[in-house]
Each structure stands twice: as structure tokens, then as C-alpha cells.
């Protein structure tokens, strides 16, 4: 018979890593990392949340690191884990990014960045990125579609817009 500690152990260490890495995510979000493992995911959860782990507003649905309980949560994270989810069972790793990219992820033997760009700053970001070398390939988070044209970022794979709930429209520039 195995132990408690043997049934849980992979999504345990995965799920700590996954939420000291990006401080604030939802709880949607992590159920959704390991699909068909839902109960499994929520006894973990609620393990950590009794061992002070992580704090979880019931009410909002927010989970955060134990070390961040007064930082509001980075809703162009939250944007780009959503973007993550989709790609998530064809990345070997991922890590948070270095402004202003969100999330940096190697999936397919490629490089990526998600990189969220909020109305009025395109030319600001798309000065930021165009000036690394060897840029990865980039999927760009837009608040509206009527963005897209005004953006001129180096190695774009594509566009998205991400609701509040996880659901992804992707475009690509015509």
C-alpha cells in the first residue's frame, strides 16, 4: 500500500514549484495544470492551505504564496498563465520572465516568451523587445484586437486576447 506522501508526491512538487514561482494565480488555474486529477489536486491544495503554504481566498478564487499575502495580484500574469495552460502539455519548462515579458517557456524544442501588452504602451514594449538579439518566438497578449496593427515586435508567433475566466482568442497579423 503506498503512503500519502507517495500517491501525491509529483503534483505536490509541482504544484509548490508552480506557486512559489508565480506568487499569485487562480484556483482555476492550478486544477486545470494537472487534467483528470482534479480531487487529487484539490486535497493537495487544501493540504498546503492548512500547512500555510499558500493562502486561498474562497471568495475570489486567488491563491497566493505564502509570501505575498498583501501584493495584488499581476492580472497580466494571471493573463499569460492562461496562455501557458494551453501550451502546457507540450512545454518542458517554464519560469516567470523579466519585464516585459511574462512568462518564459521551452516547448517543441523552441524557445517562447508570453508577453502581455496593454493598450497605449505597443511602441513601448515593441522598443524593448526589438533591441534583444536572438529573440525568442513570442506570443503577444493584447487587451483588443485593434491593437494588433500598431504592434511591430520581432518574431511574433501570434496574438490573443484572454477573458477574465481563461477563455483565449488567438490572431494573427493580416
Given at each position: 500500500?503506498?503512503?500519502?506522501?507517495?500517491?501525491?508526491?509529483?503534483?505536490?512538487?509541482?504544484?509548490?514549484?508552480?506557486?512559489?514561482?508565480?506568487?499569485?494565480?487562480?484556483?482555476?488555474?492550478?486544477?486545470?495544470?494537472?487534467?483528470?486529477?482534479?480531487?487529487?489536486?484539490?486535497?493537495?491544495?487544501?493540504?498546503?492551505?492548512?500547512?500555510?503554504?499558500l493562502l486561498y481566498n474562497h471568495d475570489t478564487g486567488i491563491v497566493r504564496s505564502f509570501d505575498v499575502r498583501d501584493e495584488e495580484p499581476d492580472l497580466g500574469m494571471l493573463d499569460a498563465f492562461w496562455v501557458l495552460l494551453d501550451f502546457i502539455e507540450r512545454a518542458e519548462y517554464h519560469t516567470t520572465g523579466?519585464?516585459?515579458?511574462?512568462?518564459?517557456?521551452?516547448?517543441?524544442?523552441?524557445?517562447?516568451?508570453?508577453?502581455?501588452?496593454?493598450?497605449?504602451?505597443?511602441?513601448?514594449?515593441?522598443?524593448?523587445?526589438?533591441?534583444?538579439?536572438?529573440?525568442?518566438?513570442?506570443?503577444?497578449?493584447?487587451?483588443?484586437?485593434?491593437?494588433?496593427?500598431?504592434?511591430?515586435?520581432?518574431?511574433?508567433?501570434?496574438?490573443?486576447?484572454?477573458?477574465?475566466?481563461?477563455?483565449?482568442?488567438?490572431?494573427?497579423?493580416?
Amino acid at each position: 500500500m503506498k503512503t500519502r506522501d507517495e500517491l501525491y508526491s509529483k503534483e505536490a512538487t509541482e504544484l509548490l514549484r508552480i506557486i512559489t514561482t508565480y506568487k499569485i494565480l487562480t484556483y482555476g488555474q492550478l486544477i486545470r495544470l494537472f487534467p483528470g486529477r482534479v480531487r487529487k489536486v484539490q486535497a493537495i491544495l487544501k493540504g498546503f492551505e492548512h500547512q500555510g503554504r499558500l493562502l486561498y481566498n474562497h471568495d475570489t478564487g486567488i491563491v497566493r504564496s505564502f509570501d505575498v499575502r498583501d501584493e495584488e495580484p499581476d492580472l497580466g500574469m494571471l493573463d499569460a498563465f492562461w496562455v501557458l495552460l494551453d501550451f502546457i502539455e507540450r512545454a518542458e519548462y517554464h519560469t516567470t520572465g523579466e519585464f516585459p515579458v511574462k512568462i518564459s517557456l521551452f516547448a517543441d524544442s523552441e524557445m517562447f516568451e508570453i508577453v502581455r501588452v496593454n493598450s497605449g504602451q505597443e511602441a513601448l514594449v515593441a522598443h524593448v523587445l526589438n533591441a534583444v538579439e536572438d529573440p525568442a518566438r513570442r506570443i503577444i497578449i493584447v487587451d483588443l484586437p485593434a491593437q494588433v496593427p500598431a504592434i511591430d515586435i520581432t518574431n511574433t508567433a501570434g496574438f490573443c486576447t484572454v477573458s477574465s475566466d481563461g477563455e483565449i482568442d488567438y490572431y494573427a497579423k493580416s
